[in-house]
């Protein structure tokens, strides 16, 4: 462009020959005047002044420096911050005294901060903690509740959801009151109509687990899972994460159907519930259909409560500050060495140990077998 102008060429037909701006060429064309096309400088440059307006001058940014090297030699109290230097300054009654921001990001710019940034790392797979769910080549339902819901009127209602984690196969039923009986009903109901999982999750709830009040306490859910072959899992108490994609379809439920719409009854409840899930599954049926496979439910199956324990349970808990973690009533001792981490703990009713793994979200295919303990199976009667 700036060789067609110099041998005649007008700014404009310059322009269109070369499919820019006027204002494009006219700028070039100043830019190089009288130099060497060869030697000239090509390289592109923002808009506006070389320096910006509002820029700290070159020499306070040179005190600030020097106010820090000496107050992290001098300071009695240690402190060479942003701050500190901006009461030094302020002591100092110079005319132009930046504020505690911007002496930050004069420190930032020279690269002599103090603090670390958080370090943000990538999340673990889905249900990293089982390898056959990380590996997707096992399906994981979790099963929780909604609590303190009232009807207009005073009616309490409790909400049995579940979701499994790979399909998204979602599960929810509106009642006046859950039980254990209640959730092996709703359970079997929706295993005999999708199939059975490899695991099932809960938390520690005593209608899943059992009585806490007692050591060894099977309860009725943990029972019937076992004779299906499906293994229980009971996540830590107060452990964030576990649980997240069952508190989010939580979140789910209760926007859609709960806050959405004036409930007159528990039966309008439950029409609409079923409305939401019919579209739900309706519109996650891709993701559904690419989960793992679901055996299918055994025919005629009623639960035997009494039948002796077989099969394995498992519980995710976190260990104290000497390393021992507590289960089933009981405390084992898991490392010394590893205080306040994340442990799986194998309960195999059929050989009567007790296997524990060490766990890491930073790293999810790190699992080794720490322990091997054994565990006395109850044999006790259950009370129905």
Known sequence: MVLAIRRGSSLRRVARRFHVSHTTVRRWAVRLQGQRLDRADWQDRPAGPPVAANRTPVRVERTILAIRRRLQQDSPLGEHGAAAIHRELLQRQLSHVPCVRTIGRILGRHGILDGRHRVRRPAPPRGWYLPPVAAQQAELDSFDTITDLVIQGGQDVTVLTGISLHGALAASWPAGKITAQTVVEKLLEHWAAFGCPAYVQFDNDTIFQGAHQWADSFGRVTRCCLQLGVTPVFVPPREPGFQAHIEAFHGRWQRAVWRRFHHRHLRDLCRRNGDFLEALRQH????????????ALPHN??????RPLAGQVIFLRRTDGQGRTECLGH????????????????VDLTTSRIRIYKLRRREPDWQPLVKTVRYRVPRTRFLE
Do not use: G, K, N, T
């Open 331 to 346: 405390r084992w001792l898991v490392d010394p060495l590893w205080p306040h981490r994340l442990v799986r703990l194998e």
């Open 284 to 295: 996650l049926a891709p993701r559904v259909a690419a989960a793992p496979p679901r055996p």
């Open 301 to 306: 199956f009623v639960p035997d409560y009494q």
